[in-house]
């Protein structure tokens, strides 16, 4: 499992200290700030809170399903009908109720967390078959969804939060590589004609292979030496980052086939 039960209650903590900084930066704005742009095109301060609240509610039920043995889900409605409106406030809604109702689900998906023993991350939770959009997962894949949504979205909102932590790094990294190997069958918007192999070379930690040959995906661990059409090098946290569809924090050194290496955020398109 890439992603060890035992990490949830370390990672739940997480997500509270990140979601903690987050409020506190919100509040300090007032609303036509909150109105403000962040650093993803379209997406103002005010949708990254309406977006995180709804993650907070989502993954709060859908633990409480999974401890409950009931399939569960997301977007209930399903992600493209149901997504838009997640991402506005209510009908009447103000910035400001946005911000207080981002500050009540967390604090709810925290007592939820706060009630699973150690035995209740191994569970799996499952969606219902006509409503697929995850796939099944051990509970203890909800707390990194949610430390990836506010370690990220933090950092989107340019308000001079601190970078990502060690600990996500450390376990979103080994995670999302092991995702690419669904990644280019569950994202609408990947290029099927590009082919070729990356070696990911992370300077603070281990090295990756990522191939792609037809329809097929393969990613594993590997040595510095193995052969591989392009190299990416950089920290775990700028590996990460590209793979997030994030800038690096420090220029990524490229060797090899340059025009493979640029095309692997067209067959990996973040997040």
Same mark, same amino acid.
């Given at each position: ?22 409020? @506190? ?5 007032? $609303? ?60 009447? $809604?103000?910035?400001? $109720? +946005? %911000? ?11 007592? +939820? ?11 799996? +939770? ?13 509970? %203890?894949?909800?707390?990194?969804? @949610? ?68 329809? $097929? ?13 392009? %190299? ?13 569809? @994030? ?25």
């Amino acid at each position: 499992m890439v992603t060890s039960p035992s990490r949830g209650p370390a990672l739940a903590k997480a997500v509270a200290d990140r979601t903690g900084e987050i409020v @506190r930066a919100l509040r300090g704005l007032d $609303e036509r700030e909150l109105r403000g742009p962040t650093a993803l095109d379209g997406w103002s301060r005010l949708t990254v809170a309406c977006h995180l609240r709804h993650g907070a509610k989502a993954l709060s039920r859908m633990a409480l399903d999974g401890l409950a043995g009931r399939p569960t889900y997301y977007y209930p409605a399903g992600r493209e009908h149901e997504r838009p409106a997640t991402l506005a406030p209510s009908a009447g $809604e103000t910035p400001l $109720e +946005v %911000v207080d109702s981002l500050v009540a689900h967390s604090e709810q998906l925290q007592r +939820v967390w706060g009630s699973l023993d150690a035995s209740d991350w191994e569970l799996t +939770v499952r969606e219902p078959d006509d409503n697929p959009d995850l796939g099944p997962l051990p509970l %203890v894949r909800l707390p990194l969804m @949610r430390l990836t949504e506010v370690e990220v979205h933090g950092t989107d909102l340019g308000l001079g939060l601190n970078d990502w932590s060690s600990l996500f790094v450390d376990v979103a990294l080994p995670f999302r590589l092991d995702r690419l190997n669904m990644r280019r069958t569950n994202h609408r918007h990947v290029d099927g004609r590009v082919q070729g192999s990356w070696l990911l070379v992370a300077t603070d930690g281990p090295v990756y292979l990522v191939t792609v040959a037809g329809s $097929e995906t393969c990613t594993s661990t590997a040595d510095v030496n193995a052969s591989a059409s392009a %190299v990416i090098e950089g920290t775990s946290r700028d590996l990460l980052a590209l793979l997030l569809g @994030r800038p690096a924090a420090a220029p990524l050194k490229i060797t090899g086939d340059q025009v493979v290496a640029a095309s692997f955020s067209q067959a990996f398109p973040g997040p």
